[in-house]
């Protein structure tokens, strides 16, 4: 019971660590858990335009950095004639800039980059801002906008539903008297957000602008879009002034905070930057791959994923394997099938990944047939074991390549496949086979061939199941719980599913 | 397709495949079992200790040896040749008298000095172990039944089989070969199981392909009142098993000879279990009453016995009468 228990505590232990690095690299990494699972890409071009006027020319461009939710990878910079350099700000935030001795006429300038979506989310450093300056206005101003902040007070119970009064009374149409007095004639989005900052200034409450883009497939020409954070005491809280509420809308990219110029261009003028986006899928696990490297996650950056392709390729197959020892386990313990040779059954389903199942099991029958027949014939000459062994291993290559010269001839190339059974397999089968008709008779080799390819059929099902395949390429962890349903098989003293009917009689006889 | 409960079965006590597979690994140590896969290593071993066995007339081990082993031959009349590690009976050739030159086989047929030789040869180079290894030839006396088991086994000699699980006889059978087992003393090749209560060595219980019956199929001998004679010494003969191989769990075959009484045949360090249903009940629950009884006490081989005569008979013990 002690050995039970003991077993009971390891695969539990082992199902645990494998489970919860699965789970890791699926909720924290981005690991898709189904194959062909693909994320939206999103590819942004910012197009930089000015008219150049003889002189040199310096333009600095406000760059993006990854944030919440959005991994920010694969840019570049067309830079033709230009000197081009990143520049780190103080701040942390960073500006593409661009240098060029001369330029005449006008001027275009293109910075692209790819977001991915991101699950790895770190948050942001925030020190507390200070109280905001009081905006300037002029008297008349200056009492209309108390007037409206007395309103919104007496409207809102706290900050927050302060703040959402404050942006509804100025965007939602009717405005009162106060609003449409301080708004004027201009009610552009722009305008909106700029009045609403100079008011939450005025009202004391710390405040900035953040700018952005909307990420839309197939737009162009895009304007970034202003959005408001407010200090809420703790954290900067985001508020879309156009619909007053809370948060930032879906697959918003924040582009700059605070009040940054954009873009600065020296010796040019009527300068102006735009966005074209482009929305395209790609495989997740390539994303969250090519996510985990960038970020130099420990449970990537030491698993297969770090091994050439070609090694990679190797361990594809590899990693099938203890799911076809899963199999022969379950089969030969809890239902009590017999096979011939242990680890048989696998090999034959590893070369009906290659064959395809219907053609692998007509071709293994004719190779293990014929070499039966042969191999009878060989029992004759008395010969030794090895000597056996060596004979039928050529007789098998010899039908094999007999095979595959036929099949090309008449065309079927499905046959040729006959190339990936492992020869040695093949002869060894035949040779515990005749054995086994001579000390048992051809009903006990029947049964043992029939239940190894119902094994390897059953294997070969598993393995070649693209979610399993998926599944250990990409969650290796997972053979810790494979290990553990292994050792809990293991331990499985009770009765087969064959022994319930071979003791029948057992409780009949009573 | 009809399954048995597996909640009945548990109640019936029944040892099913894993959990003698998990007893094997557990009580027999795997250096011990060439001792047993090996007759003539188990031969020797049964002798030292003055376990009776067939006697040994001659072993051949080399192929140089087979023109000398005339000498063996010629001092006696019948004998047994058989390979060291051959399975399921094969490559057993039965000389049961000799005319001249000519020896006689137990089906009457005649056999020259040279299809001997030549069979000891095939014995040597492997043509009979498993997977073909090389061998050697054992050439020992025959058995010669005991008359009391007339027309109860078709061809051969009846064997007894006993599950001895740390010295203690658990569970025994009588296997008679029949005519749709051609000779042959496994069940599920159609033998007939005949259950013995170990407390007497009476039958018990009778199946051919699980199937109880009460007649032999070949020659309608009544079953039910077979009894085993010298029944205390075959027990004692097979507990003794256990201190000569060191294996916990094992099945020792024996035969009664009609002179010398019972000796042991063969011993096997993985017997089935079949024997369940010759006696249409469980291992189970006599394993765990030994192996608590194990623990708690050491015994002599006697006191082994009478311990299983008088804890898993169904009858008073025979002992206990004489």
């Known amino acids: 019971m002690k050995e ?21 690299k ?37 760059l993006p950095d990854s944030q919440q939710g959005i991994e920010i990878v694969n840019e570049n910079f067309t830079t033709s004639g230009y000197g081009f350099t990143e520049i780190e700000q103080p701040d942390g935030t960073r500006r593409a800039q661009w240098t060029r001795r001369e330029a005449e006429g006008r001027q275009v300038l293109y910075y692209r980059l790819q977001i991915y979506p991101a699950a790895l989310n770190q948050a942001p450093e ?26 919104i007070h007496a409207l809102s119970a706290d900050n927050e539903t302060f703040v959402a009064q404050l942006l509804r009374g100025l965007a939602v149409e009717p405005l009162t008297q106060n609003a449409a007095f301080l708004l004027g004639d201009d009610r552009s989005p722009q305008h909106v957000a700029e009045t609403a900052l100079q008011l939450l200034s005025l009202a004391g409450i710390p405040n900035r602008i953040v700018r952005g883009l909307a990420l839309e497939d197939g737009r162009r020409r895009q304007k970034l879009v202003d959005l408001i954070e407010v200090w809420d005491g703790e954290q900067w809280q985001i508020y879309d002034p156009r619909t007053a509420r809370a948060g930032a809308p879906r697959d918003f990219v924040i582009w700059r905070r605070g009040d940054v110029s954009l873009l600065d261009v020296e010796g040019g003028r009527e300068s102006q930057v735009t966005f074209a986006i482009l929305r395209s899928y790609r495989p997740a696990r390539d994303v969250a791959l090519s996510n985990a490297v960038d970020n130099r996650a420990t449970l990537v950056d030491f698993s297969i994923y770090s091994l050439p392709i070609e090694e990679q390729n190797a361990f594809k197959t590899i990693l099938l394997v203890p799911i076809g020892t899963l199999v022969v386990a379950l089969f030969r313990i809890l239902i009590g099938l017999r096979t011939s040779g242990t680890f048989m059954p696998i090999l034959i389903a590893l070369a009906f990944i290659q064959t395809t199942l219907l053609w692998g099991l007509l071709l293994f029958l004719t190779v293990v047939g014929a070499g039966l027949y042969i191999r009878f014939h ?25 095979i595959s010269i036929l099949s090309y001839k008449l065309g079927l190339h499905q046959i040729l496949t006959v190339t990936f059974f492992p020869m040695i397999i093949l002869s060894w089968t035949i040779e515990r086979m005749s054995i086994l008709w001579e000390e048992e008779g051809p009903k006990e080799v029947a049964i043992q ?13 598993l393995m070649s199941n693209s979610l399993v395949a998926h599944l250990t390429f990409n969650f290796p962890e997972l053979l810790l719980v494979q290990l553990a349903a292994i050792l809990l098989i293991g331990q499985y003293t009770g009765y087969r599913l064959t022994e319930l009917k071979r003791f029948r009689p057992l409780v009949e006889n009573r | 397709m009809r399954f048995a409960s597996p909640f009945r079965l548990r109640e019936i006590g029944l040892l099913g495949m894993n959990e003698r597979n998990f007893f094997i690994a557990r009580y027999n140590r795997r ?35 087979v023109e000398t082993m005339g000498e063996v031959l010629d001092r006696h009349d019948s004998f047994v040749i058989k390979p060291s590690r051959g399975s399921g009976g094969k490559g057993i050739k039965v000389i049961v008298g000799r005319r001249d030159d000519v020896f006689i086989k137990s089906s009457g047929e005649e056999v020259t000095r040279l299809d001997v030789t030549r069979h000891v040869s095939n014995i040597l180079s492997g043509l009979y172990s498993l997977g073909g290894k090389p061998d050697v030839a054992m050439i020992e006396a025959l058995v010669e039944m005991d008359p009391r088991f007339d027309g109860l086994s078709y061809e051969g000699i009846p064997d007894i089989r006993i599950i001895v699980f740390m010295g203690y006889p658990v569970m025994s059978m009588m296997r008679l070969a029949t005519h749709a087992s051609d000779g042959k003393a496994n069940l599920h090749q159609g033998a007939v199981g005949v259950g013995l209560d170990l407390a007497t060595g009476n039958s018990l219980f009778a199946v051919q392909y699980n199937r109880p019956l009460k007649l032999h199929p070949d020659t309608g001998l009544p079953l039910n009142t077979l009894a085993i004679p010298h029944w205390h010494a075959l027990m004692c003969l097979g507990a ?8 916990g769990y094992l099945g020792a075959d024996i035969v009664m000879d009609r002179h010398r009484g019972p000796l042991i045949m063969e011993l096997n360090a993985r017997p089935g279990l079949s024997i369940q249903i010759a006696n249409n009940t469980g291992l189970s629950p006599r394993i765990r009453r030994v192996a608590a009884e194990a623990k708690a006490r050491e015994r002599s081989v006697e006191e082994r016995v009478r311990f299983s005569m008088e804890a898993f008979g169904s009858e008073p013990p025979l002992a206990a009468a004489v």
């Open chain 1, 378 to 402: 060989l029992a004759r000459l008395n010969l030794l074991l090895i000597g056996r062994i060596s004979a039928v291993v050529t007789v098998v290559i010899g039908l094999m390549s007999g």
């Open chain 2, 240 to 247: 003794s098993c256990f201190e000569i191989t060191g294996l």
């Open chain 1, 26 to 62: 699926h909720f924290a990494l981005g690991f898709p858990l189904f194959p062909n699972e693909k994320v939206a890409v999103w590819t942004v071009e910012s197009k930089v335009e000015f008219e150049s006027n003889g002189a040199e020319v310096l333009v600095s461009l406000a």
């Open chain 1, 4 to 24: 039970k228990l003991k077993v009971y505590v390891v695969a539990a232990l082992l199902a645990l660590v494998g489970l919860s690095m699965a789970l890791y």
């Open chain 2, 31 to 65: 250096a011990l079992y060439p001792l047993v896969d090996d007759k003539l290593k188990t031969k020797l071993l049964a002798e030292q200790s003055g376990l009776a066995v067939p006697k040994l007339y001659g072993v051949v081990r080399e192929q140089h040896e």
């Open chain 1, 126 to 151: 925030v020190t507390p801002p200070g109280p905001p300056m009081p905006p300037e206005f002029d008297s008349a101003r200056a009492t209309s906008a108390s007037a409206l902040l007395d309103e």
């Open chain 1, 449 to 461: 061939g029939g239940g190894s390819l119902l094994v390897a059929t059953a294997a070969y099902l």
